[in-house]
């Protein structure tokens, strides 16, 4: 059995522009907010919390819709086309309500954008497995975060080739920018349409897919009974290792979102940075995350997950410490943010799949929404009490605050006790870039 890499990477086209999306959300929203219309850095920071709110409501709601869901076109593919066509006309009322100076109809339409997003990311990301079969998700898996990195990297880059700077009194004008990332999602998605015939793949996948999986001997402990399932299939000490797993995902993500949300109004109120120059930075951050995926692949199969994810809250906890030595724009910054990219690698590579290694197969999506519910409510949490300190302390608090939330995580990681499998060799080089299919 082989992975079909081409079809991988057209299902990854989903992804791509999802992930597209939320760069330029969390590059150009919370410019506009502040400049544009004047608003706090804390109301803004509860304004990003938003979609995070309502992800925790949206994204297991339509993950299970489309389950239910039977069309000629597939249980996914119906959300995905329905939700991208929705998201890309709302997006390009957002410039449209900043040029007008419009605050009302902003938040109306943002409101209307996020709730379009939510309706088809869990959609979309089911697609995959419907598709693949089981022995083969981790070699796509990797194939589907790189091609989410690359639609990170495409905002990034044309950002500061699109985005008119502001002059005197008169914001920024962003059109360009969202006109661009919007018709590179219609372009993924009308390629994704007519290349992936889900429907028929899903029933070849589901005919050829065995149902026997063997249990090694560490998740038999976790399960109590066969008709246990989630959480009351584990034994106390399986419970207690996947609370700490799951604290530690809430406190590295407060402290790395709490970076990438708020750096672009970091650098331009701490060092007079502009739009692309900050955008350059967390590029640079993401490049040094997707180059890092193979070595990273390779340390986990050597050292195990846990000591791999020890090493980059260290390195990223010293990243962000090491923010507040810098006063003016520098050369060294891209170092630092390189670096920060490599730590979040090495973080967020291994962290999910120490999660499901703690479940059943039958469990991988419940625990999947456990790992997303905490993930998620860090986001939500950190934009608000970043901000107020931004606000009320001053915008050099930002790096001091991220590294004190990651180097929490350091304690809670490692009073871990499961979860922490070796993976086997990787029969291939893409196998090392796995993020998580047990």
């Not at 015939?197 to 897919?209: G, I, P, V």
């Not at 399932?229 to 000490?237: I, Q, S």
């Not at 090495?346 to 999660?355: A, D, F, K, R």
């Not at 986001?379 to 302390?393: M, N, R």
Request: proline letters at 4%.
């Amino acid at each position: 059995m082989k992975l079909n890499y081409r079809r991988t990477v057209l299902v990854g086209l989903a992804f791509l522009s999802i992930c597209a999306f939320w760069q330029l959300y969390d590059n150009v929203v919370p410019l506009v907010l502040k400049y544009t219309f004047g608003v706090s850095d804390t109301l803004a920071g509860a304004i990003m919390a938003m979609d995070n709110v309502l992800a925790l409501f949206l994204l297991p709601f339509f993950g299970m819709l489309s389950d239910k869901s039977n069309t000629s076109i597939g249980r996914r593919m119906p959300y995905i086309l329905g939700g991208t066509a929705a998201a890309v006309i709302l997006m390009n009322l957002v410039p449209l309500a900043a040029n007008n100076r419009s605050l009302p109809l902003f938040m109306g339409v943002l409101a209307l954008l996020l709730i379009a997003m939510g309706t088809y990311r869990s959609p979309a990301v089911a697609l995959m497995p419907d598709v693949t079969p089981k022995p083969l998700r981790s070699k796509s898996n990797a194939v589907i975060n790189l091609m989410g990195a690359l639609g990170g990297v495409f905002t990034l880059g044309v950002t500061g080739v699109l985005v008119k700077k502001s002059v005197g009194e008169t914001p920024a004008d962003y059109t360009l920018l969202f006109l661009a990332v919007a018709g590179l999602m219609v372009l993924c998605v009308t390629v994704l349409f007519f290349t992936i015939r889900e429907k028929k793949l899903a029933e070849e996948t589901a005919q050829t897919e065995t149902q026997a999986e063997s249990i090694t001997a560490k998740d038999t402990q976790a399960v109590s009974t066969q008709s246990s399932k989630g959480w009351a299939a584990l034994a106390p000490d399986m419970r207690k290792s996947l609370l700490l797993i799951l604290a530690s995902v809430f406190l590295w993500f407060m402290g790395y979102n709490a970076v990438t949300s708020a750096f672009t109004k970091y650098a331009r109120e701490m060092w007079g940075a502009e739009l692309g120059t900050s955008s350059q930075y967390l590029l640079v951050a993401t490049v040094g995350a997707v180059v890092s995926y193979l070595p990273v692949g390779f340390l986990a199969t050597r050292f195990g997950r846990k000591r791999v994810i020890q090493g980059g809250i260290l390195l990223l906890a010293a990243c962000f410490a090491s923010g507040v030595a810098f006063a003016s724009i520098s050369v060294s910054i891209y170092v630092m943010f390189a670096l920060v990219g490599v730590a979040w690698a090495m973080i967020n590579v291994n962290s999910y799949p120490m999660v499901v290694e703690i479940s059943k197969s039958s469990d991988v999506g419940k625990f999947t929404g456990y790992y997303y519910t905490f993930s998620m409510a860090a986001q939500i949490a950190t934009p608000i009490l970043s901000g107020f300190l931004l606000d009320h302390v001053g915008y050099w608090t930002l790096f001091p605050y991220a590294a004190v939330m990651v180097a929490l995580s350091f304690v809670t990681i490692s009073l871990t006790k499961h979860g922490d499998s070796k993976p086997q060799p990787p029969q291939s080089k893409l196998e090392a870039f796995d993020v998580g299919d047990e």
